[in-house]
């Protein structure tokens, strides 16, 4: 009888192969065996987990070693991101995933305190226990230092960014599912994060204003643009909304529109510049010795642009 290893949880962070993979793997392990064993880590595949399953479903015998961290020279978590990183072509997006979930198992059962004495090096150390459910998070007093000194830490192994990580946090956090897809390879970390930022209570409540304040046309003109720009525009005061709309619906970015609100002018500006802060600002300003001022009216935006008028005070 053919004996059967849970998945170690530092192995479970990287994803499974897709069907088709499998399929093929399952092919070659027929054909030549399983050439290379098992990697087993406290009772668990550490490595090799794909192979496992292969060789399960082609019915052939599994050769399996024992991780010994002496022997090998490096902790069960450096081990299974060498052979992961190595073997498997990732994108950034999926390193950044796979690397917050390392995050979330790297020494939690250790004291805070202990972990904050250790140098950056003892990366070995500080890895060599991760251990399956994590026990009570670290006292808040060191919790924020040792989250900031795990995500170094990995970014370095992982050679990703600490921004996408956060960004792979925040994906997660919001939404399993769109964090699944993102360590599958489906979709990218930022992508990921822009449909999850969607679903939030502060996205819709953002777009119920703005169809209170400006109409249902600009909310749904302005919920096509990027979450952060409809949180950006939603967060200005009723009157700056009303007077930047005109800008946003003849095209203008709502980041570049935004800028207009506090724009210290002078007539060195472009005629473009100073057409969008006298609409921000109701209508007209002043210039140095001129006041600038944007006809209103059921006109399109080119023709608005045109009625500027400039007034020698």
């Not at 399952?26 to 496992?52: T, W």
């Not at 599912?177 to 930022?197: D, F, N, P, W, Y």
């Not at 500006?269 to 209103?296: K, P, Y």
């Amino acid at each position: 009888m053919k004996q059967k290893y849970d998945v170690h949880p530092l192995a479970a962070a990287f994803p499974a192969l897709g069907a088709s993979e499998l399929d093929e793997l399952v092919d070659d392990i027929r054909r030549n065996g399983v050439r290379e064993p098992i990697v087993l880590y406290e009772g668990k595949i550490l490595d090799g987990r794909n192979r496992a399953k292969a060789a399960a479903i082609a019915g052939i015998e599994l050769p399996t070693v024992q991780f010994d961290p002496k022997t090998a020279g490096c902790s069960p978590a450096e081990f299974v991101i060498s052979m992961n990183l190595v073997r498997r072509h990732l994108t950034p997006s999926q390193k950044s995933a796979i690397a917050h979930e390392f995050m979330e198992r790297v020494q939690h059962d250790v004291d805070g305190a202990k972990m904050q004495r250790r140098p950056v090096e003892e990366w070995e150390d500080i890895t060599a226990s991760i251990h399956h459910a994590p026990p009570p998070p670290p006292p808040p007093s060191s919790q924020h230092h040792l989250k900031g000194r795990q995500r170094t830490l990995v970014a370095e192994k992982f050679g990703v960014s600490e921004g996408l990580i956060d960004a792979a946090r925040r994906v997660k956090a919001r939404s399993p599912e769109l964090h699944e897809e993102v360590k599958a390879g489906r979709i990218s970390v930022q992508e990921a994060l822009e449909k999850a930022e969607r679903g939030t209570k502060k996205f819709h409540a953002a777009l119920g204003k703005i169809e209170k304040i400006v109409g249902p046309r600009a909310m749904e003109a302005v919920r096509e643009k990027k979450t952060k720009d409809v949180l950006m525009f939603a967060d200005l005061t009723d009157d700056q909304m009303r007077n930047l709309w005109p800008l946003i619906k003849a095209g203008e970015s709502v980041a570049n529109t935004i800028k207009y609100k506090d724009s210290m002018l002078t007539p060195a500006h472009t005629i473009r510049e100073l057409i969008a802060a006298a609409t921000v600002s109701g209508g007209s300003i002043t210039v140095g010795e001129f006041i600038i001022s944007v006809a209103h009216g059921k006109k399109s935006a080119k023709r608005q642009k045109e009625d500027l008028h400039a007034h020698h005070t």
